[in-house]
């Protein structure tokens, strides 16, 4: 039973170049969350989606920046034209659905992406 | 700025000592919860308490909640070197029909032999 899967685990970008990164949730998790690690600090909400729907995208910045997750294959978010700042961990998460008593549950992560941008 | 803050942001400690973790928050939440992230890896989900809880156990962790206070604590026991790692509180305020973590900056916990 496999967790949730990211790759590539290290991404080296040149600045204006695109970045894709790719996750695949947990077998039977319909939810899907981006965050974002800069070094030294905690980790930012960008996105959340569940299949063919993006929820909420608060997190995410206005432009450059866009995820998806289709109906088949795994979630994809997109940077363009990548600049400096954008050098992160980006983790991506799943978890069930919250069940009808309205439990919650602990996020399951992958080991992130590590994008540089030279 | 973050909703979180763990306090101390690094922890040094002998094997078999115990090491406690603060967090502070801003908003009323739904649950805390704390997470592990090992150098250069993902984060492990450790624990959940909710809103109407004040204790809660799992091995060797033990975890409080003061609402009042609006803060908690992670309780490692007897640590070991495998402990080594950088832990996490994260709120979900509850207030956005699915889990949106608010993580805080981190203690980086050292755990010598």
């Known amino acids: 039973n496999a967790g949730v899967m990211q790759n590539p685990r290290h991404l080296v970008r040149r600045r204006g170049q695109e970045a894709r990164l790719r996750c695949s949730p947990v077998?039977?998790?319909?939810?899907v969350y981006w965050y974002r690690q800069l070094p030294e600090e905690g980790l930012k909400f960008m996105v959340y989606?569940?299949?063919?729907?993006?929820?909420?995208e608060s997190g995410m910045p206005k432009e450059r920046f866009s995820a998806e997750f289709p109906k088949e294959g795994p979630s994809i978010l997109r940077i363009q034209q990548v600049v400096r700042g954008d050098s992160a961990a980006y983790f991506c998460?799943?978890?069930?659905?919250?069940?009808?008593?309205?439990?919650?549950?602990?996020?399951?992560f992958g080991s992130g992406t590590r994008l540089t941008v030279v | 700025s973050q909703q979180g803050e763990e306090d101390p942001q690094a922890l040094s400690i002998q094997e078999g000592e115990n090491a406690t973790m603060n967090c502070s928050y801003k908003t009323s939440i739904n649950n805390l919860q704390w997470y592990r992230q090992n150098s250069g890896r993902g984060l492990v989900h450790l624990i959940l308490?909710?809103?109407?809880?004040r204790e809660k156990h799992s091995g060797r962790l033990r975890v409080t909640l003061d609402t009042s206070k609006k803060s908690s604590s992670l309780l490692i026991t007897a640590s070991r070197a495998a402990d080594t790692a950088s832990y996490f509180c994260?709120?979900?305020?509850?207030?956005?029909?699915?889990?949106?973590?608010?993580f805080g900056t981190g203690t980086r916990l050292l755990v010598s032999p």
């Open positions: 308490i909710r809103s109407n809880e």
């Open positions: 998460a799943s978890s069930p659905r919250i069940g009808a008593e309205g439990g919650v549950y602990g996020y399951t």
């Open positions: 989606l569940q299949k063919e729907n993006i929820i909420d």
């Open positions: 077998k039977g998790h319909s939810h």
């Open positions: 994260a709120t979900d305020a509850g207030n956005t029909g699915f889990q949106k973590l608010v």
